[in-house]
């Protein structure tokens, strides 16, 4: 890992390189280190893990200072891979309040904002290839049982 980025750099036990590749990331891929957990109803309906978090879905907190706060995505920065929830602030000396940065990894998705179109094609894009290595993984046992 000479460059400021590789693509081709794969992985690494080092975490100075992990932090490295983090980032110097270009935003394209910072985008996907914004993702996280769907909730258990919401992992069943979408049948995937986690999802890239955009401004107006609404997450519960599960870790930290605001632990079990639920909101509303305010804000995203995703060149500091850092969201910003309302309600979820701190009271500055003059009085006035500023948003708090939140790690995406602490948080889960309880309701997706599938206002935009092509944020909704995406998602049905996913659940369609989910169900389609589902059945080829089936498929492919029951064959191999069939050889045998």
Avoid: C
Wanted: net charge positive.
């Amino acid at each position: 890992m000479k460059k400021k980025f590789s693509k081709s750099w794969k992985s690494s036990k080092q975490p100075k390189k992990q932090r490295k590749y983090r980032y110097n990331a270009p935003l394209n891929i910072k985008r996907n280190f914004l993702s996280s957990l769907l909730s258990k109803e919401l992992r069943k309906k979408y049948s995937t893990r986690n999802i890239p978090l955009r401004s107006g879905d609404k997450i519960k907190i599960m870790r930290g200072k605001f632990k079990k706060k639920v909101g509303k995505i305010d804000k995203v920065d995703t060149k500091k891979t850092r969201i910003f929830v309302e309600g979820i602030e701190h009271i500055k000396k003059d009085g006035s309040k500023s948003l708090i940065p939140i790690e995406p990894s602490n948080v889960m998705i309880t309701d997706l904002n599938l206002e935009d179109k092509r944020r909704k094609k995406s998602i049905e894009r996913r659940t369609k290839g989910e169900e389609n290595t589902k059945k080829s993984k089936i498929s492919g046992i029951s064959k191999a049982k069939n050889a045998k």
